[in-house]
Nanobody
Framework: QVSLVEAGGGLVQAGGSLRLSCAASGRSFSSYSMGWFRQAPGKEREFVAVIMWIEDYTYYADSVKGRFIISRDNAKNTLYLQMNGLKPEDTAVYYC???????????????????WGQGTQVTVSS
C-alpha cells in the first residue's frame, strides 16, 4: 500500500514563499511520475505541476510557471513544491499524487493518478 503525506502549508502574505513536501511510503518511488494538484473553494481540482520519472522532466500549469518549482529527492522518497511569488489566487488545498504506471493519457488530468495525499492548506493573504 502506498501513502502520501503532505506538509508545509500555511498562511503567507502575497509575494511570499512556501515549500510543500510530500513523503511517500512504499518502494520504487523513483519509478513513478509525481504531481501536485490544488483545489480552491467552489472550484474543481486543477493540475499544478508534474515531475516525470524519466530524466526528471517537469511540466507546469501556465498559472504557476516561473513561480513554482517541483522537485524530488528519491533517496528520501519525498516530493517538493517550492512556491514563490505567491498570489491570493494560489489559495487552495494542495495535493500530491502518484501517477499510475499503466496510464497513457495526459499527465495534467486527475485520472492519471492512482494515489493521493490528504492535502495541505495554503492561504495567501492580500
Amino acid at each position: 500500500q502506498v501513502s502520501l503525506v503532505e506538509a508545509g502549508g500555511g498562511l503567507v502574505q502575497a509575494g511570499g514563499s512556501l515549500r510543500l513536501s510530500c513523503a511517500a511510503s512504499g518502494r520504487s518511488f523513483s519509478s513513478y511520475s509525481m504531481g501536485w494538484f490544488r483545489q480552491a473553494p467552489g472550484k474543481e481540482r486543477e493540475f499544478v505541476a508534474v515531475i516525470m520519472w524519466i530524466e526528471d522532466y517537469t511540466y507546469y500549469a501556465d498559472s504557476v510557471k516561473g513561480r513554482f518549482i517541483i522537485s524530488r529527492d528519491n533517496a528520501k522518497n519525498t516530493l517538493y513544491l517550492q512556491m514563490n511569488g505567491l498570489k491570493p489566487e494560489d489559495t487552495a488545498v494542495y495535493y500530491c499524487a502518484r501517477q499510475s504506471a499503466s496510464y497513457t493519457g495526459s499527465y495534467y488530468v486527475s485520472d492519471a493518478y492512482d494515489y493521493w495525499g490528504q492535502g495541505t492548506q495554503v492561504t495567501v493573504s492580500s
